[in-house]
DNA sequence: GGCATTATGAAACGCCTGTTTATAAACACT
DNA sequence: AGTGTTTATAAACAGGCGTTTCATAATGCC
């Protein structure tokens, strides 16, 4: 067995600054990851991108899957420092109209305060990694029971737990649907909107539907859990 | 330049049935690429499952994406053969029910007469490859519109064409989600059903919040095209 | 029977991936 | 100045991908 002769590098004038080589890589990932999901990006381009060895990855990370774990708390971190409650007001009616607001702009505004978490929460959707676990009992839980509560306070008390919650994933399908399917909703015809205006409007529309249809449900008794019927 | 000695193969028998070889290529391929989609399905895993060399795919279709292209027309085909439209009756009501568990049996139904087509079009949506165009003008566009009209007949003159497909894109989102995002509802707690009274029942409900949304729509004459209102 | 045509299979090609290794420069401390 | 640790780099590694090459079986045809 001989012994491979290596010479790594000549003299080249090394930069020394691993936190902000650190940053680079994570800031590089949050985009790169972002705009291509776990699978789709790899670590040579994030490399490029922040201007680092591809070994750094795994000097720093560990792994490809270590750097996107950090990413993605990182992105869940900035967006819970920065965060706009969906205005509740006392009125049912209105937090839920709030709620499907600011699900929307959440799932629309490519340039808000998260332009990186929901995206990276949209590639999740698609196609799961481990993290997705993590990712819906910290940021995505909290804000379907959230909703759920909501329904079940515009129901006012017409509908069970479970009715609530069915009712809620379908008007979460609503909001998400037009990030999801935006290829095939765009070329349907409809231009998905990606101002604060326009999604303003689209909220409406929502929230307009989720409310008839919650009236329509109490109304009918479709919802109510003890129902005596058969 | 030398040429090298390359010997293909010694003495084994080999089964000669073009026909039958493409057939099981295909086969395999809907197979796999249903699973795990354009990018994920590997040629080799394909002649793998057919029992075929790797080569017979370029063989027979030229490349992966031609293999892809037939297997997509094949689903299609054989779809449109034992169609079993959604039921409509006179009833406008009861036409939108009726779409609404066409598209959600479609979506959920596992064992269905199209177990291909259906979650190949999910990862279309998903990650849109060449072919989406032509799927959307093929199979989807048509659905849609027949579902646009359904709606604006529910709303009886009370929505223009663009307020009845926006209804109809959401509709469509409530029924899509579940299966579109099926990996996060299910973390939520919700068990997205697989059999058709489940499936039914799912279908009722969102029927149930479509019609009612609908109907708060007119009157409130959010939808109304030529509104004199400001 | 001989011969061109069509199918088939094993291996190679070229390119990509995430990860590891060996080397070396920069720094901290004695 | 010398030593040891941390950080950075180029190259190698191991394996996957879609595709191509080339020898060879099996077939159809004269």
New binding site residues.
């Given amino acids: 067995m001989e012994?491979?002769?290596?010479?790594?590098?000549?003299?080249?004038?090394?930069?020394?600054?691993?936190e902000?080589?650190?940053e680079r890589l994570l800031e590089a990932a949050g985009g790169v990851f972002a705009e291509t999901g776990y699978?789709g990006?790899?670590?040579?381009?994030?490399?490029r991108v922040a201007?680092?060895?591809?070994?750094?990855?795994?000097?720093?990370?560990?792994?490809?899957?270590?750097?996107y774990r950090e990413v993605l708390l990182r992105a869940h971190r900035q967006v819970m420092e920065a965060e706009a409650e969906p205005e509740g007001g006392g009125d049912a009616r209105e937090a839920l109209r709030g709620w499907v607001g600011y699900c929307l702009r959440f799932v629309l505004l490519r340039r808000a305060t998260h332009p990186v978490l929901g995206r990276l929460m949209a590639h999740e959707m698609r196609q799961p990694t481990v993290a997705l676990s993590e990712l819906v009992s910290l940021v995505i839980r909290p804000k379907f029971e959230q909703l759920a509560a909501v329904v079940a306070a515009v129901a006012g008390g017409g509908m069970g737990r479970e009715a609530s919650e069915l009712a809620a994933h379908q008007i979460v399908g609503m909001c998400v649907h037009f990030d999801h399917s935006r290829e095939v909703v765009e070329r349907l015809g409809y231009r998905v909107p990606s101002g604060e205006a326009e999604i303003a409007a689209l909220a409406e529309s929502v929230a307009e539907m989720a409310l008839g249809g919650l009236a329509g449900m109490v109304r009918s008794g479709k919802g109510l859990e003890k129902r005596i019927s058969k």
Same sequence: chains 1, 2.
Avoid: H, M, Q
């Fill in positions: 012994k491979r002769r290596r010479d790594g590098g000549g003299a080249v004038l090394r930069e020394r600054d691993p902000a080589r650190r699978a990006g790899s670590v040579r381009e994030i490399a201007r680092v060895n591809v070994a750094s990855v795994n000097y720093y990370f560990g792994s490809k899957e270590g750097l």
